[in-house]
């Protein structure tokens, strides 16, 4: 049974409550509702699909750049041979890792929360590496920057879904997204075998700067993800009016860490397992 | 780069498999550690030299972009692809060879023509 209810107050929200046990009322997005990502203006749309590129850009633009200047890099730290693959592979191997953690945590807690997150270890990781004193050191810290990479390339996925519903615009969003990820792993070398000759710091030095310079937008991000927007909705109008029973669905939901763990983070395995036409598609 | 084709179209035409772009990415990123071996090494190219031969790829991702998109401007990337490959650095080709004795024009029309076979194959 469906009961349409308007919100009293000034506030434009309006929200349709299911009725449940309890009589909890839930908040969901009206029709044309301009809170819905999907009804934003193109201009904005298009500005956020910007900002995914440019944080996806970074963390690819690190990936290949050990490639230009690998034997300055094993000069500086007495290393030669098959161990100065390790920047680039390990690299690559936080790429692995980082989508299991950051997908599931971005469906969680929103992919603002997330997105700004992982850009901060990025940056902190990325200031760290030129303070490093050894191989080893450099190696992990490569490794730590590419879980945290990884995040951009995972989440924006996920952004341009929020943000499309028309599969052709959203197709269109994806091959800009996915040409700026080939661009920046190649741009890296061009930029990286050019200021390799003035030390092993410089190239990681330019990539804090772009990372720098793209912290600037970023900090625009709005959040996209339907469920996290509804959650905020249904916290203002708490705030609003002290007393009301108003939920989203996002917290019916159980929370805590165990739950994190054992549903939020398993989740992709599980379906991987479970799903056969996610293992089909999978393999 | 020439996954990007696959990932952007429609996923119900191209039909993937996360095996093959595991062997693909593999591919791509070997590159990146090839290059600096032959361009380097066996050529004598300087390292920015060496970074400037990954254009080739760029004008590969550049074209992949329109074949996704399926944008008019996939003619315009083809031209400039075979321009790259075959055109552009003839005359430093020239030099190259005279100096080290070596095909290097026929080298990158050869990684070309396997990033294209990998973009063909998808």
Redesign the interface.
Known sequence: MQVDLEYEDNDTYSFTSLELADTKNLVTFQHEDTGNPHNWSHRYRAFVVFIGILTTLNSVLG??LP??????IGEHFGVTGAAL?LP??LW?CGYIVGPLVFGPLSERYGRQLVMWGSSAGFTVFNIAINFSPNFVSFVIFRLIMGVFGSSAISVTGGIFADLYDE?IPR??A??????A???G???A??????L??YGWRWPTWFQLIVCGASWIPLVFLPETYAPTILLRRARKIRKDAPGSNIMAPIELEKSGLRELVVVVLARPMRMLFTEWIVLF??? | MFIVSVYASDSNRYHINTLSLAFVYAIYYMFFQAFPIIYVDIYGFTMGQEGLAFNSSMCLSHSSFSISTNTLQSVLALFLLSSCGCGSTNTTTMLWQEEHGGPLRKNIVVFLWLALQHLCSL
Do not use: D, K
């Not at chain 1, 994806?174 to 040409?179: E, G, P, Q």
């Open positions: 990936s290949s490639s230009g200047y690998g034997n300055v693959v680039i592979s690559l599969p197709g269109r994806m091959a800009v997204f996915m040409t990820t080939g661009y792993a190649i741009l070398p061009v930029a990286t075998g050019y390799g000759t598609s999978c393999l």
